[in-house]
């Protein structure tokens, strides 16, 4: 059954210990009242290394507080591991006031995958903020010069054609067994193998056919003409990138990974808002907008109760789609 859905991917929190970080709990006012936030110093926790796509969009996050003034001083805090759940439960057991994490797509798999403890049910959502399309892509002297040449060796021998991803069942693998199923590929049988670095040595290496990987994270190799793409999991074609969408190709597949925060589970309905409206000032920005566009992001802001339902959504839809396509029971 072809698809024609809409994911972008994410992450969650990470390891704090913030006791001795000088955090005051902020000045709740009562009821109807302004609450002010953050009070001080702000801590984001990102559940992924250094370097990494979480990473990469907690510190222009937190560069964009500070070059334009909303906050003098931010840390971010990276504690990686099991697709960041990890780092969930240390938010969850830890965090303070002043302090957002980092969570997405690839946390609501991750809690899945891992049967989790601590889930996001233990947080709450903050904001949805970017979301990045998946591509396909071969080496230069691939094969495989166009989609209908690699779906063709796909469906003749599936697991013979190893296809490099992030994580099993993070969102490149998803995008992968998505595209294999509307093609008439039975998704289950997929030879996908996982990297940390997301395999982009072994693609260009020829050890694997293709790989699955965001925009962002091979658009060097891209540019450089080191890597072909065969398929963007966007709508439409992505400005600069002269690449076709499944789309248009006959494959009904929109896919991308997303990215977001949460705030602590104990937040109370005023600090909620004011940490609404204090992401809504950062989302506008010049910083901020100029990262969106620099990192090839669709912005996707969403506060309060347009990002509660969007992470419901999602969740949902994670419940669905992994043990269908047979990475969960």
Known sequence: MALTRRIMATTAVAALALTGCGQ??????????????????????????AGGGWDGTGRALTQAMETSGLVQDTQVINQGGAAGTIGLASFVENSRENSLSISGSTMIGGILLTDSAVTL???????????EPVVLAVRANSPYKSLDDFLSALKKDTEGTSVAVGSTG????????????AAGVDPTKLN??????????????GDVAAGFSTLQQWRPQIENGDLRVLGVTSAERVEGLDAPTFIEQGIDVEWATWHGLVAPKDT??????????????VHATDAWQEAVEKN?????????????????????????????????E
Do not use: C
């Open 24 to 49: 005051q709990k902020p000045a709740a006012g009562g009821e109807g009242e302004e609450t002010s936030w953050p009070t001080g110093s702000f801590t984001l926790m990102v559940p992924g290394d």
């Open 121 to 131: 049910d233990d947080v709450q959502p903050a904001a949805v903020l970017i979301s």
């Open 170 to 181: 993070g969102v490149d693998h998803l995008g992968f067994a998505q595209v294999a199923e």
């Open 192 to 205: 996908a193998v996982s990297f940390k670095d997301g395999g982009l040595t072994s693609v260009l290496n």
């Open 268 to 281: 109370t309905k005023e600090e909620a808002a004011a940490i609404a409206d204090f992401l809504s000032e």
């Open 296 to 328: 090839d992001w669709t912005d996707e802001f969403m506060v309060g109760k347009e990002a509660d339902k969007y992470f419901e959504e999602q969740k949902a839809l994670y419940e669905d789609l992994l043990p269908r396509l047979g990475l969960t």
